[in-house]
C-alpha cells in the first residue's frame, strides 16, 4: 500500500522551530506535487505550503506562513520539508502532507489529493 508518513512534530516554544518530513514508502514522490495540510481543533482543514514536482520547482503559502515556513523537496531521498520558524501558538495543529499527480494551484487546494498521510502533532505553548 501506498503511503506518506510524517514526521517532526512536537511541542516548542512561541518563536521555535521545527522541521517537518513527509516520507513516501512504496512510490515515487517525484512524479506528485505534494501539499502541507494543518487542522486545528475544531476548524477545517488548510493549505499551509505547496510545491510542485519539480526539483527545485514553484511554491505557495498560505498568507498567515508567509515569510516564516518554507517548502523544500529532495527526490534524492523521496521526501519533502516544511521548515517552520518563528512558531506562534496559533500554528499549534496536526499537520499532514498529501500528493497529487496534478498541480494544487496557488491557493493549494486540499480537493483532488491522491495520497494523504496519517498527520503529526506540532504545539506551540509557552
Known amino acids: 500500500q501506498l503511503q506518506l508518513v510524517e514526521s517532526g512534530g512536537g511541542s516548542v516554544q512561541p518563536g521555535g522551530s521545527l522541521r517537518l518530513s513527509c516520507a513516501a514508502s512504496r512510490f515515487t514522490l517525484d512524479y506528485y506535487a505534494i501539499g502541507w495540510f494543518r487542522q486545528a481543533p475544531g476548524k477545517e482543514r488548510e493549505g499551509v505550503s505547496c510545491?510542485?514536482?519539480?526539483?527545485?520547482?514553484?511554491?505557495n503559502y498560505a498568507d498567515s506562513v508567509k515569510g516564516r515556513f518554507t517548502i523544500s523537496r529532495d527526490n534524492a531521498k523521496n521526501t519533502v520539508y516544511l521548515q517552520m520558524n518563528s512558531l506562534k501558538p496559533e500554528d499549534t495543529a496536526v499537520y499532514f502532507c498529501?500528493?497529487?499527480?496534478?498541480?494544487?494551484?496557488?491557493?493549494?487546494?486540499?480537493?483532488?489529493?491522491?495520497?494523504w498521510g496519517k498527520g503529526t502533532l506540532v504545539t506551540v505553548s509557552s
Open positions: 510545491i510542485s514536482r519539480s526539483s527545485g520547482g514553484s511554491t
Open positions: 498529501a500528493a497529487r499527480l496534478t498541480p494544487f494551484g496557488t491557493n493549494c487546494d486540499l480537493r483532488g489529493v491522491d495520497y
